[in-house]
C-alpha cells in the first residue's frame, strides 16, 4: 500500500450489490476521515461485484439504521471495474466471497494485491466477515454497522500509524 504524499490514498469498499455493506462502509469512514481532518488525503468510494443495482441509493434499511448513528448514505450503487483496480490505492471486501472475486477481475498480480478483507482491519470484535444483511431483519443491519465500525476504526488506524499510508502526508 505505497502512497504518493501529494496524491490522496484511494480506497475502493465492495460487497455483492453495493446496497447494503460497502455504502455503509464508506459513509461510516468518511465520517471517520473527517473526524481525524484526514479528509484531503483520502478518497472514498464503493462497488459492487453484481451490477444489478447500479444507481440506485444504498438500501432503505441500511440508510434508516445508519442515520440512526448520524452516517447519511448518499451513495449511487455501481459495479467493479477493471479501472478500480488501477485508480484505487487499496480494494475491501467485505466477506470471502467478495474478495475471491475480487482477486478473479484483477487484470494482474499487483493490483490483486491490493484486495484486502474488512475485518482484517477489526479492533476488538473477532468475527471473519461482514454478513449480507439484505435478508435480514433490524438486528443484521445493526450488526453490520457494529461490525464496519471497528473495522474502519483499524483501518484508519492501519492509515495513520508510523509507516502507513498515511504516515508521510
Known amino acids: 500500500m505505497e502512497q504518493n504524499p501529494k496524491k490522496p490514498y484511494r480506497i475502493l469498499f465492495v460487497c455483492l450489490g453495493n446496497i ?8 461510516i469512514m468518511r465520517q471517520l476521515v473527517a473526524d481525524a481532518g484526514q479528509e484531503q488525503a483520502v478518497c472514498l468510494d464503493s462497488a459492487g461485484t453484481y451490477g444489478g443495482h447500479a444507481g440506485e441509493l444504498p438500501d432503505a434499511r441500511m440508510r434508516a439504521h445508519a442515520a440512526r448513528r448520524g452516517y447519511r448514505l448518499t451513495h449511487r450503487s455501481r459495479p467493479v471495474t ?19 472475486n475480487l482477486r478473479r477481475l484483477a487484470p494482474d498480480v499487483e493490483t490483486e494485491r491490493k484486495v484486502v478483507r ?6 476488538r470484535l473477532s468475527v471473519d466477515h461482514v454478513p449480507d444483511p439484505y435478508y435480514s431483519g433490524s438486528d443484521g443491519f445493526e450488526q453490520v454497522l457494529d461490525i464496519l465500525e471497528d473495522a474502519c476504526a483499524g483501518l484508519l488506524q492501519h492509515l495513520l500509524a508510523p509507516g502507513g499510508p498515511l504516515s508521510r502526508i
Open 20 to 27: 447494503c455493506r460497502s455504502p455503509a462502509a464508506e459513509g
Open 82 to 100: 477493471t479501472d478500480d483496480f488501477w485508480a484505487f490505492d487499496c480494494i475491501v471486501g467485505m466477506d470471502d466471497m467478495n474478495v475471491a
Open 118 to 123: 474488512m475485518t482484517d482491519f477489526s479492533l
